[in-house]
């Protein structure tokens, strides 16, 4: 059996680095559940579809195809305004569960060639709903100030122009809608790491990430 280690949390929190971080450290195959509803999101709007509407949403869910994952225009808020929408039909979290759990079950082999020892993912509902027997869990959080203003330094050095109140303003209305919605939402499991970044600093966090998982004797 191989081992599966879940990271939760809203936007900008900073699961994505810690989750890099461990996908090293550990050699494990990683996966940004994100990117299946942003894909899903990004395939309804880039298609001029809504999508609020479930039947639009559900089928473009379906039709996923991996290779979409890459499209460089998922990074968007226009996409992750899209996700958030999407995500929170049941059809389309239905449609992208067994992906995300065959993915858990079978991690694919590293980029190098060899076999992972397991499998990283990072989302809204991965300790709760997709891998609830994870051995590991980390809820990750930060408040919304502080997110926003990574997000909104992250806009600048990207060249994008960005305003800080506008950020802060999508990041709180995506988090209302992501822990709001009554399929899955955005929740810590009860047996998670609670992990708030506002004063730490991605080492701080990746160092308690493994005082956590080195603790349990997995690897
Ligand atoms: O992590 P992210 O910003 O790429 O996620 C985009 C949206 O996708 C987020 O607003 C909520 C949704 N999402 C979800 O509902 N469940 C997940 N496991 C991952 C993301």
């Not at 599966?4 to 680095?17: E, L, M, R, S, Y």
């Not at 027997?133 to 992250?154: C, G, M, Q, Y």
Request: proline letters at 5%; glycine letters at 6%.
């Amino acid at each position: 059996m191989s081992i599966v280690i879940a990271i939760d949390g809203p936007a900008a929190a900073g699961k994505g680095t810690l989750a890099r971080r461990l996908e090293e450290h550990f050699k494990l195959s990683k996966l940004d559940t994100g990117l299946l509803y942003r894909a899903t999101g990004w395939k309804v709007v880039s298609g001029g579809g809504d999508p609020e509407d479930p039947d639009v949403a559900e089928a473009a869910a379906c039709a996923l195809d991996p290779v979409e994952l890459s499209n460089p225009d998922l990074r968007s808020d226009a996409a992750a305004q899209a996700a958030s929408k999407v995500s929170a039909i049941p059809g389309v979290r239905a449609a992208l569960l067994d992906f995300q759990r065959n993915f858990a079950k079978n991690p694919p082999v590293l980029a190098n060639g060899e076999p992972a020892q397991g499998a990283i993912l990072d989302g809204r509902d991965i300790g709760t709903t997709v891998c609830p027997d994870a051995d590991a869990k980390l809820f990750v959080t930060a408040s919304a100030e502080i997110r926003a203003k990574r997000r909104f330094l992250e806009l600048q050095e990207r060249g994008l122009d960005a305003i800080y109140a506008r950020v802060l303003e999508d990041m709180k209305e995506r988090d209302a809608r992501d822990s709001g919605r009554s399929a899955s939402p955005l929740a810590a499991a009860d047996d998670a790491l609670q992990l708030d970044t506002s004063n730490m600093d991605a080492d701080q966090a990746f160092a308690a990430a493994l005082d956590f998982i080195n603790a349990k004797n997995l690897f």
